[in-house]
């Protein structure tokens, strides 16, 4: 059964920082592109980072560009995010995906398909 487990979210001030994880099992981790979501009440869901299995492609949410960072630790089947100098509007459900089989852009812009899984989700509020 694959799971990928959220945690590290939180409540904290603006200009603070969090740093998520997501823990992946049941899945052959370097096969998959690998990504971080986020989806505010009442607001669509946004592609925020996109990480390749290699790392070699990285890429980033014009609105988190500089202040967030997507990294990865394949021995320990672990995907991160980094936030630094959070803003009130960052406030969301922060999800991690996976996919092995669709392009960088349909993943960032369509959610995981068939062959892909989301987790569930973890809080992150930020006050101003």
């Known amino acids: 059964q694959v799971m990928l487990a959220e945690s590290g979210g939180g409540s904290g001030p603006a200009g603070g920082s969090l740093r998520l994880s997501c823990a992946a099992s049941?899945?052959?981790?370097?096969?998959?592109?690998m990504a971080w979501f986020r989806q505010a009440p009442g607001n669509m869901r946004e592609a925020v980072a996109f990480i390749s299995p290699a790392s070699s492609t990285i890429y980033y949410a014009a609105s988190v560009e500089g202040r967030f960072t997507i990294s990865q630790e394949n021995a320990k089947d672990t995907l991160y995010l980094q936030m630094n100098s959070l803003q009130p509007e960052d406030t969301a459900m922060y999800y991690c995906a996976a996919d092995s089989g669709c392009t960088a852009w349909t993943l960032l812009n369509m959610g995981p398909g068939n062959s892909g899984y989301w987790g569930q989700g973890t809080q992150v509020t930020v006050s101003s």
């Open positions: 049941g899945l052959t981790y370097i096969n998959y592109d």
